[in-house]
T-cell receptor, first 120, second 116 residues
Framework: AQKITQTQPGMFVQEKEAVTLDCTYD???????LFWYKQPSSGEMIFLIY??????QNATEGRYSLNFQKARKSANLVISASQLGDSAMYFC?????????????????FGSGTQLTVLP | NAGVTQTPKFRVLKTGQSMTLLCAQD?????MYWYRQDPGMGLRLIHY???????AKGEVPDGYNVSRLKKQNFLLGLESAAPSQTSVYFC???????????????FGPGTRLTVL
């Protein structure tokens, strides 16, 4: 079963409007972290926002906010006041505790991404 | 402050050739990672390292080897390249944070590798 599911391969939004990118996850752990990354056409991966499973408040970073619904296992990214420069691929990722060893890296598991296009 | 850098940015190999990708970070991070990204997919972990002199396998390690002789460098080797290894390779690093999940991974710009 996929651990991270992003059901929207592509999204369009009008400039200055808000957009929500969906992410659902699957884990049996109580402690985990959720991340969103942006990948513009230039290819680099840019960290946007983080939400911990025990955080009671939704994370916010400037125009980015994370709509965290733990019971539904969803961690949607909300971008307010979209800008043309927001056009990019967006990846949701999860870090879980690893049961292999205490020295393990708690790897990130990525979704397949959502391509966001902001229209002028 | 360069962050995470990768060398080279592009490379074309013939089947059976070998090569090494270099990742360097100047943030004094303990953890380093190598991922590959294929079209229509997210990143998948190849190998990782939790400190100098240590390496471990990730989700898709076959056909790759790694070494972490210095804390700031993490090398990814392909001994005998295959067309299935055509991909974009990303290196990342993060600091340790005991018991926490907030140690963000910072990524390099990627290396686009084509194996003919």
């Amino acid at each position: 079963a996929q651990k991270i599911t992003q059901t929207q391969p592509g999204m369009f939004v009008q400039e200055k409007e808000a957009v929500t990118l969906d992410c659902t996850y699957d884990t049996s752990d109580q402690s985990y972290g959720l991340f969103w990354y942006k990948q513009p056409s230039s290819g680099e991966m840019i960290f946007l926002i983080y939400q911990g499973s025990y955080d009671e408040q939704n994370a916010t970073e400037g125009r980015y906010s994370l709509n965290f619904q733990k019971a539904r296992k969803s961690a949607n990214l909300v971008i307010s006041a979209s800008q043309l420069g927001d056009s990019a691929m967006y990846f949701c990722a999860m870090r879980e505790p690893s049961g292999v060893s205490s020295g393990s890296a708690r790897q990130l598991t990525f979704g397949s991404g959502t391509q966001l296009t902001v229209l002028p | 402050n360069a962050g995470v850098t990768q060398t080279p940015k592009f490379r074309v190999l013939k089947t059976g050739q070998s090569m090494t990708l270099l990742c360097a970070q100047d943030m004094n991070h303990e953890y380093m990672y190598w991922y590959r990204q294929d079209p229509g997919m997210g990143l998948r972990l190849i190998h990782y390292s939790v400190g100098e002199g240590t390496t471990a396998k990730g989700e898709v390690p076959d056909g790759y080897n790694v070494s972490r002789l210095k804390k700031q460098n993490f090398l990814l080797g392909l001994e005998s390249a295959a067309p299935s290894q055509t991909s974009v390779y990303f290196c990342a690093s993060s600091r340790t944070q005991a018991g926490g999940f907030t140690d963000t991974q910072y990524f390099g710009p990627g290396t686009r590798l084509t194996v003919l």
